[in-house]
């Protein structure tokens, strides 16, 4: 098992830009999370799904976010337009029954 | 949004030592989660504890859930630099939907 996939791992982006993250969850896993992470405010939960729906997304910060779920086994989150105050820890996660997550290695945004 | 407090923030002891972490909240929770994170990666699952009271152990940690689901704590005995991690408390009270705690940065010095 490969576990959770995040690509890219690093990406630096000029403000103003798009910026696409993508997540490859685990086979079977019906769960799948989005979290940021700062140093200011810690985990912050963006938005969920159960089996590729959107359940809750009251964590997005504002329309500048989109995520999507085409198919069990991939995710995007999407900035547009990135600004700096964007520049976090992106991470993804999957779980089998909502409860027991596992994290992927995370997506460090930096918009300049 | 739940508010989940941990502390202390930051904790710098020498191996061998023991030490306690806390998670406390307001909110009650259906189940509360414990991870540990590494520089540079996600963070990993410890344990989740569903039952008030509830004491779970896993080699030298020790977990227990507040008798009113409000709370947890984090015992390590001896600890060894290995345990040096970013260590967080998650609770669900909504189903389905995990809040992270503030996080308790631990350094274990050889």
């Known amino acids: 098992d490969a576990g959770v996939i995040q690509s890219p791992r690093h990406e630096v982006t000029e403000m103003g830009q798009e910026v696409t993250l993508r997540c490859k969850p685990i086979?079977?896993?019906?769960?799948l999370f989005w979290y940021r992470q700062t140093m200011m405010r810690g985990l912050e939960l963006l938005i969920y799904?159960?089996?590729?729906?959107?359940?809750?997304d009251s964590g997005m910060p504002e329309d500048r976010f989109s995520a999507k779920m085409p198919n069990a086994s991939f995710s995007t989150l999407k900035i547009q337009p990135s600004e700096p105050r964007d520049s976090a820890v992106y991470f993804c996660?999957?779980?089998?029954?909502?409860?027991?997550?596992?994290f992927g290695s995370g997506t460090r945004l930096t918009v300049v | 949004t739940q508010l989940l407090e941990q502390s202390p923030q930051f904790l710098s002891i020498q191996e061998g030592e023991n030490l306690t972490v806390y998670c406390n909240s307001s909110?009650?929770?259906?189940?509360l989660q414990w991870y540990r994170q590494e520089p540079g990666e996600g963070p990993v699952l410890l344990v989740t504890?569903?039952?008030?009271?509830e004491v779970k152990k896993l080699k030298r940690l020790t977990f227990q859930f507040g008798d009113a689901r409000k709370d947890s704590s984090l015992h390590i005995t001896a600890a060894q630099p290995g345990d040096t991690g970013l260590y967080l408390c998650?609770?669900?009270?909504?189903?389905?939907?995990?809040?992270f705690g503030t996080g308790t940065s631990l350094t274990v010095i050889p």
């Open positions: 799904f159960n089996n590729n729906v959107p359940i809750d």
């Open positions: 086979s079977g896993h019906d769960y």
């Open positions: 909110s009650v929770f259906s189940s």
């Open positions: 504890v569903v039952t008030g009271g």
């Open positions: 996660a999957s779980s089998s029954d909502g409860y027991g997550y596992t």
């Open positions: 998650a609770g669900d009270s909504t189903g389905n939907q995990f809040y």
